[in-house]
């Protein structure tokens, strides 16, 4: 089993930044991807940004060019950089982890919350 522990978050407001991270630990693979996805009210869960573990970065259009997503793998955490938010990033952030071992293993965080007043 893994474990996710996020922390940062909180209220900002328009234009603001903030920064989450998201610890792992339990039975960690080295191949694996961290990433971050986010839940608004009434909406469905979205993919935010992603890193593997080989470096390898992705990120939804709607974040590209504001948030920042990097890893320490010696500390197994991952961390987004969040910058100009904007009141359409209100949302409740996951960390999502998925080990790469004879079956892909996903693990999810508790969430945090993040909201941007106008």
């Known amino acids: 089993q893994v474990q996710l522990v996020e922390s940062g978050g909180g209220l900002v407001q328009s234009g603001g930044s903030l920064s989450l991270s998201c610890t792992a630990s339990?039975?960690?693979?080295?191949?694996?991807?961290m990433g971050w996805y986010r839940q608004a009210p009434g909406k469905e869960r979205e993919f935010v940004a992603s890193?593997?573990?080989?470096?390898?970065?992705e990120y939804a259009d709607a974040v590209k060019g504001r948030f920042t997503i990097s890893r320490d793998n010696t500390k197994n955490t991952v961390y987004l950089e969040m910058n100009n938010l904007k009141p359409e990033d209100t949302a409740v952030y996951y960390c999502k982890r998925a080990d790469l071992g004879p079956q892909i293993v996903d693990s999810w965080g508790q969430g945090t919350q993040v909201t941007v007043s106008s």
């Open positions: 890193i593997e573990s080989v470096g390898r970065i």
């Open positions: 339990g039975s960690l693979r080295s191949i694996n991807t």
